[in-house]
Structure formats: structure tokens, C-alpha cells
């Protein structure tokens, strides 16, 4: 079981980035963001639920990020806009054992892709 994430990258302040995640191996119930931000703790950010699609964001990030599924490709995407220099952080793809946004509960995680936004 693996999940990749990738298109990370540097980004202006205001900007917009794209970040999709591909599953492979399975399929997940539900996958999510988190990042971790330099000499921070990892938070959650987003999470999507694989059938109906109800999704869940953290508040600093609700109206600027969208995540979103294609199931076919087993992939969600977190869309990314209005970013600020406070988005730097290291974005991880993960899955969870149940249908959750508490992070010890994430059995599976992508690699990391680094996002820093520039002032």
C-alpha cells in the first residue's frame, strides 16, 4: 500500500498549487492532508470521504483550500489558492483506519511534498 504525493514546489504569496495524492495497493474510506510547518507539530488540514464525498477542513484553511476525489484514479487532490507565507509547510497524504480527523489514527502516509509560499 502506497500513497504518493508530489507537486509540491515554491509558490508566490497569493498563489494557487495543486497537490494530488494517488493510492495504490487499496482503497481508503477517506484520505486527508496534514502539514507540518518548520519547528511546528503536524495538524490536520483537509479530508475527504471516498463515497458521497463530505469533506472537512481546518479553519485556517476553509474558503482558500479544496480537496476533492476521483475514484476512478484513486486519487483526491488538494487545490490550494490564496496561499500565504504561514502555508510553508511539508504536506502529507494520509488514510485512516475509520473515518476520523484525529492524526494518531492515520495508519498510512505519503512521503511529504514540500510547499513554501514566498513573501
Known amino acids: 500500500v502506497q500513497l504518493q504525493a508530489c507537486e509540491g514546489g515554491l509558490v508566490q504569496a497569493g498563489g494557487l498549487r495543486r497537490l494530488p495524492c494517488t493510492a495504490s495497493?487499496?482503497?481508503?474510506?477517506?484520505l486527508a492532508w496534514f502539514r507540518q510547518a518548520p519547528g511546528k507539530e503536524r495538524e490536520f488540514v483537509a479530508a475527504?470521504?471516498?463515497?458521497?464525498?463530505?469533506?472537512y477542513y481546518a479553519d485556517s484553511v476553509k474558503g482558500r483550500f479544496t480537496i476533492s476525489r476521483d475514484n476512478a484514479k484513486n486519487t483526491v487532490y488538494l487545490q490550494m489558492n490564496s496561499l500565504k507565507p504561514e502555508d510553508t509547510a511539508v504536506y502529507y497524504c494520509?488514510?485512516?483506519?475509520?473515518?476520523?480527523?484525529?492524526?494518531?489514527?492515520?495508519?498510512?502516509w505519503g512521503q511529504g511534498t514540500q510547499v513554501t509560499v514566498s513573501s
Open positions: 495497493g487499496r482503497t481508503f474510506r477517506m
Open positions: 475527504i470521504i471516498r463515497i458521497g464525498g463530505a469533506t
Open positions: 494520509a488514510a485512516p483506519s475509520r473515518i476520523t480527523t484525529r492524526e494518531g489514527d492515520y495508519d498510512y
